[in-house]
């Protein structure tokens, strides 16, 4: 599933295509992408939007129109947009396909089908996707240590559980919290409530360090994910945990187990993380 270094990367390839550019046509060829309004009515209310801008919110993509509407997009697990050349028709999995002026034409495709999008008007569409109800940006200057620790304390759940909850930290997937509690040397099953201040710091430092990683490296591209320009991401070659059970840790040569939290395969080193 793209994350947020993934999200992040598709919106700042796909922003200076699309930005300023007014929608002439709007096509939706598998219906249950479009989760609100009705297939019909979502064709209808974008013709004529101008595209505003192009914004993030953990792992939502944000299209601000013209009249005050929005159009918040969730890739699910193999979400992609393409902007195919001239003449060059939409590929496979094209579920959503959208004609700007000049011709240019944007291509939502999606393999396995459980990205959404929704249409309508702010604040109304963000709480009808669910993006009024996310928890802190860890990008954002207000995720402190301060501010992890208030996420952390009282809850018995395991860090690890608790860093995949969006409702607690908006973006943070699979692979960047392996990554991240890694990097801090602490063990996924630990108690959210029993991290020191110390392991706190160090966790919020780690979080931002492989989130801002992940951004300069492209993304992730471990199956599916592409970025606005069609490229793959690179960062699946920096990895220090995920995906690497049975070989060594870059750190001390233990080998990388993989254990089930939360229903999501977890790596990690029982050496280094505690």
């Not at 974008?46 to 993030?56: A, M, N, V």
Request: overall charge positive.
């Amino acid at each position: 599933m793209p994350e947020l270094p993934e999200v992040e990367t598709i919106k700042r390839t796909l922003k200076p295509k699309v930005e300023g550019r007014g929608i002439e046509g709007a096509e939706v060829r598998h219906p249950g992408v479009v989760c609100s309004p009705s297939p019909e009515e979502f064709c209808s209310l974008l013709l004529g939007k101008r595209i505003l801008d192009i914004g993030r919110r953990g792992k939502y993509l944000l299209w601000h129109l013209d009249g005050g509407y929005a159009l918040v997009w969730h890739l699910g697990m193999t979400g992609r947009f393409t902007v195919p050349a001239p003449g060059v028709p939409p590929g496979p999995h094209t579920h959503v396909l959208l004609t700007l002026n000049g011709g240019l034409q944007v291509c939502y495709a999606d393999p396995r089908r459980f990205g959404r999008c929704y249409l309508g008007p702010v604040p109304g569409v963000f709480a009808q996707s669910g993006l009024d109800r996310l928890g802190m940006e860890p990008l954002n200057p207000e995720f402190t240590p301060e501010g992890l620790k208030e996420i952390l304390v009282g809850r018995r759940r395991c860090v690890k559980e608790v860093l995949l909850d969006q409702h607690c930290l908006a973006g943070l997937g699979n692979i960047y919290s392996d990554e991240a509690l890694f990097r801090a040397g602490i063990h996924p099953l630990r108690p959210s409530c029993t991290l020191t201040d110390e392991e706190v710091a160090r966790l919020n430092r780690a979080i931002r360090q492989v989130l801002e990683d992940g951004i300069r490296h492209g993304g992730t591209s471990i199956r599916d994910y592409i970025d606005g320009d069609g490229n793959r991401g690179r960062h699946q070659d920096y990895l220090a945990v995920y995906g690497r059970v049975g070989r060594p840790c870059p750190r001390c040569g233990e080998l990388i187990e993989r254990l089930v939290v939360g229903g999501r395969g977890t790596h990690f080193c029982r050496r280094c993380q505690v």
